[in-house]
C-alpha cells in the first residue's frame, strides 16, 4: 500500500476540520435556541408577572390616592407610579417597579424604587431601592406580591406622613 501524498493528507484533515466545524455551528445554533426559547418564555412571565400582580397594587394606589398617575416606564416591564404636589401632599412622590430577566435569562429580576420629592432632611423612611430574584421557570406570583406589597406599604406609610391634615379632628372621632 503506497503513503498518501501530502496533498491527500491535508484534504484528509481538513475534511475532518470541516466535519468538527460544522458540528460545533451545529451545537452552537442549538445553544442560541434553548437560549432564545428561555428569554422568550422569561419575558412572557416577566409580563404577566406585571400585569397580574404590579400593575393591579400600583392601580389600587392610584385609585384611592388623588392625583396619582400611573404610566408604563421606558423599560419594558417597566411601571411608573407619580403623585404630583397638591393641596393634601405636600410633596410629590414617584414609585417605580420593573420586572425583567437577569442578563443570563435563569432569574426573574423585580425592582423597586420609591422617593418623596424634594428629599429632605429628616424625611419618613421610603424603602431603600433593590430588588429579588425568583427563578425564571415559575416565579412565584405570591412571593412577588408579599414583597411589592410590603414595599408599596411602607411608601405608602411614608407619603401618608406628608399629608396636610386638618388642625381640628372630625366631628365624632377622638
Given at each position: 500500500?503506497?503513503?498518501p501524498s501530502f496533498q491527500e493528507r491535508v484534504d484528509e484533515?481538513?475534511?475532518?476540520?470541516?466535519?468538527?466545524?460544522?458540528?460545533i455551528a451545529d451545537l452552537a445554533a442549538q445553544e442560541r435556541k434553548i437560549r432564545e426559547d428561555r428569554?422568550?418564555?422569561?419575558?412572557?412571565?416577566?409580563?404577566k408577572i406585571a400585569d397580574a400582580v404590579v400593575r393591579p397594587f400600583l392601580a389600587h394606589l392610584v385609585d384611592r390616592l388623588p392625583g396619582g398617575v400611573l404610566r408604563t416606564a421606558h423599560t419594558p416591564g417597566g411601571l411608573?407610579?407619580?403623585?404630583?404636589?397638591?393641596?393634601?401632599?405636600?410633596?410629590?412622590?414617584?414609585v417605580q417597579v420593573r420586572v425583567e430577566l437577569d442578563?443570563?435569562?435563569?432569574?426573574?429580576?423585580?425592582?423597586?424604587?420609591a422617593?418623596?420629592?424634594?428629599?429632605?432632611?429628616?424625611?419618613?423612611?421610603?424603602?431603600?431601592?433593590?430588588?429579588r430574584e425568583w427563578p425564571a421557570r415559575n416565579p412565584s406570583a405570591d412571593e412577588v406580591a408579599s414583597w411589592i406589597g410590603d414595599r408599596l406599604m411602607a411608601f405608602l406609610q411614608a407619603y401618608l406622613k406628608t399629608h396636610r391634615c386638618d388642625d381640628k379632628p372630625a366631628r365624632g372621632r377622638a
Open positions: 500500500m503506497s503513503t484533515l481538513l475534511r475532518g476540520w470541516d466535519v468538527r466545524c460544522r458540528e428569554i422568550r418564555r422569561g419575558e412572557e412571565t416577566a409580563r411608573q407610579l407619580c403623585f404630583p404636589r397638591n393641596e393634601q401632599f405636600s410633596r410629590s412622590a414617584e442578563p443570563e435569562a435563569e432569574h426573574l429580576r423585580v425592582h423597586f424604587s422617593v418623596l420629592i424634594p428629599i429632605l432632611q429628616g424625611d419618613p423612611q421610603v424603602p431603600a431601592a433593590g430588588f
